[in-house]
């Protein structure tokens, strides 16, 4: 049977009777992948160049560099190739060519395997911390925001003197709630025997508050009081700080938290100003301890009760020194300081929200014996704002959803309960390791200790 040929290989035929240099193009032909019919054909079409007189090897090299691999044809000792050596070249470089694919598969297989038995290096992204949540921040064009806080003066009645204290908060829509104590304010000279809750709704730059045996009316600087009779007195604003704001730890305490990392917690985030959000586990547990904590509470007029500000701080997982914006109202049983469902603060000390605050706590942990048996009840000691508002209170139980009691140390935790409270400075002491026999210190009696240290 007559194979027939395309006409792109009769055509090569005539060309190479032509022009010799079309051998080359031939013998490439004869060693492509078409069929068998083809390659056959291109070998005759290169024998009939030679007898006419085909190019020279180093022609048929320099054109069969610019082609692939498997279609190379090679010369010996300079010599021309012949019609012959290119058609057996084929089943050459078809060889050369599947030597060449499974040494490159090999060498990947080779580089594969080095990768995984390597040990990949971290890829650290930087990611872009999410913006502080507004009840964090001062809030701008808020008339309600600028009558918060506390107000100290001196009324005069009948000609008698005396000292008046004032807490004035908003709780939103305009209206306002106060706490007025005879003698100051609370820390500071108040009797809390005679306070008087005022309530009050907001015209213009001012509030109007009554309840009590005169009218206030309280700026953003000042609040004048008003009898029947007209004015009898006049309260300045007062901004106070803890006296142990900035208290710095000893030497030997464990800094749990300065702004720069969070390496002593287990679970944490810090914020983007470098303050320690809400939900915090802490990584070394501790029996009998005394901690400093400094917080921040957020600005929530339009919430009340446990969604004001709500945090806390949890002993040991079991015992909550309860954190909650409960400014400018009495003790109540879960506010600020409290132990959580056990007992209200000797004192409401809580300053107002985005104002810097303290917790120094003295803990001593239950003692357990070796069947499991409770020895002698947790005690604690709380100092808010440098007051003492829990006395070395025994603690029974667990309080509230604290985690039971039994023989074995649990994380301190900083309580998420969806609000943003922030915290900053916060470091404790081993009492098992480290003697503080006087704590807290407050911050400029800590300055005096170190300058005279310095002499």
Not at 199 to 219: H, N, T
Not at 372 to 378: E, I, S, V, Y
Not at 387 to 394: A, H, L
Request: hydrophobic share 35%; net charge negative; with cysteine.
């Amino acid at each position: 049977m007559r194979t027939h040929l395309g006409p792109h290989v009769l055509s090569l035929r005539l060309a190479a009777r032509l022009c010799p240099s079309v051998a080359v193009l031939a013998a490439i032909l004869a060693t492509s992948p078409l069929d068998t019919a083809i390659g056959q054909d291109a070998a005759a079409t290169a024998s009939t160049a030679q007898a006419t007189g085909s190019v020279s090897a180093a022609a048929a090299a320099q054109s069969t560099q610019e082609k692939p691999a498997s279609a190379e044809v090679s010369t010996k000792d300079g010599k021309e190739a012949s019609a012959s050596s290119v058609s057996e070249s084929g089943t050459s470089v078809k060889a050369t060519s599947e030597q060449t694919d499974s040494a490159a598969k090999q060498e990947d297989a080779a580089a594969k395997e080095a990768t995984a038995a390597s040990p990949k290096e971290p890829i650290e992204i930087e990611a872009e911390l999410p913006p502080e949540p507004k009840a964090t921040q001062v809030p701008e064009n808020d008339s309600d925001y600028n009558l918060l806080g506390e107000f100290k003066g001196s009324v005069e009645v009948d000609g008698e003197s005396s000292e008046l204290g004032i807490q004035i908060r908003p709780i939103g829509n305009g209206l306002f709630e106060a706490v007025q104590y005879a003698g100051g304010l609370p820390g500071d000279g108040a009797d809390t025997e005679q306070s008087v809750e005022l309530i009050g709704k907001r015209f213009g730059d001012s509030v109007v508050l009554s309840g009590g045996p005169w009218v206030i009316y309280a700026g953003a600087d000042a609040c004048t009081v008003l009898n029947a009779t007209g004015p009898v007195g006049k309260l300045e604003r007062q901004m106070r700080s803890s006296p142990t704001m900035g208290s710095a730890p000893p030497e030997g305490a464990t800094i749990l938290f300065d702004g720069t990392n969070t390496d002593q917690f287990t679970v944490a985030r810090m914020t983007s100003d470098g303050l320690l959000a809400e939900g915090a586990d802490v990584l070394p547990m501790f029996q009998d301890f005394n901690m400093h904590v400094e917080f921040r509470l957020p600005y929530m007029p339009d919430s009340d009760g446990q969604k004001r500000g709500n945090s806390g701080c949890y002993l040991q997982s079991r015992y909550e020194v309860q954190v909650l914006d409960s400014f400018a109202t009495l003790p109540v049983f879960n506010g600020c300081s409290a132990l959580y469902r056990f007992k209200q603060p000797d004192l409401n000390m809580c300053l107002p929200p985005l104002q810097w605050q303290t917790y120094d706590i003295r803990f001593t942990a239950a003692r357990w014996g070796a069947d499991g048996t409770k020895l002698r009840n947790a005690r604690i000691t709380v100092w808010h704002n440098g007051i003492k508002t829990q006395d070395d209170v025994e603690l029974p139980n667990k309080t509230g959803a604290g985690k039971q009691e039994e023989p074995t140390l649990l994380p301190i935790r900083f309580q998420n309960h969806s609000d943003p409270v922030r915290f900053r400075n916060i470091w404790i002491v081993d009492r098992g390791l480290l003697d503080m026999p006087e704590f807290p210190m407050p911050i400029a009696q800590q300055i005096e200790t170190e300058e005279a240290a310095a002499e």
